[in-house]
């Protein structure tokens, strides 16, 4: 079993910066590959990024390439999200979720959080 519980949301101007972090329960986590996505009112969630067990492989979607940063820190059970050059399309609950296995791709995701919401202001 593994919790994810999401923080660092909050309201930013657009040109802004948030980092938002996702921390994992359970002894698994080191061994998961992690991502991000995002849902906008009234709209589908969107993978926003994602992360290998050992952080060498990294997927991002278009829309916050060069942006954005995933990272993580295993010995904290944490991924983080890194956002720079906020945009008021950047308005979104950002969620996280953990793969069953060690890499991104296929994508599958058996545990989510809750979410955080971020609000980007013009």
């Known amino acids: 079993q593994v919790q994810l519980v999401e923080s660092g949301g909050g309201l930013v101007q657009a040109g802004g910066s948030l980092r938002l972090s996702c921390a994992a329960s359970?002894?698994?986590?080191?061994?998961?590959?992690m991502s991000w996505f995002r849902q906008a009112p009234g709209k589908e969630r969107d993978f926003v990024a994602s992360?290998?067990?050992?952080?060498?492989?990294?997927y991002y979607a278009s829309s916050v390439k060069g942006r954005f940063t995933i990272s993580r820190d295993n010995a904290k059970n944490t991924v983080y999200l890194q956002m720079n050059s906020l945009k008021p399309e950047d308005t979104a609950v950002y969620y996280c979720?953990?793969?069953?296995?060690?890499?991104?791709?296929?994508?599958?995701?058996?545990?989510w959080g809750q979410g955080t919401q971020v609000t980007v202001s013009s």
């Open positions: 979720a953990a793969s069953p296995g060690r890499l991104p791709e296929p994508p599958r995701y058996d545990y």
């Open positions: 992360i290998s067990w050992t952080g060498g492989t990294t």
């Open positions: 359970g002894r698994t986590f080191s061994n998961r590959a």
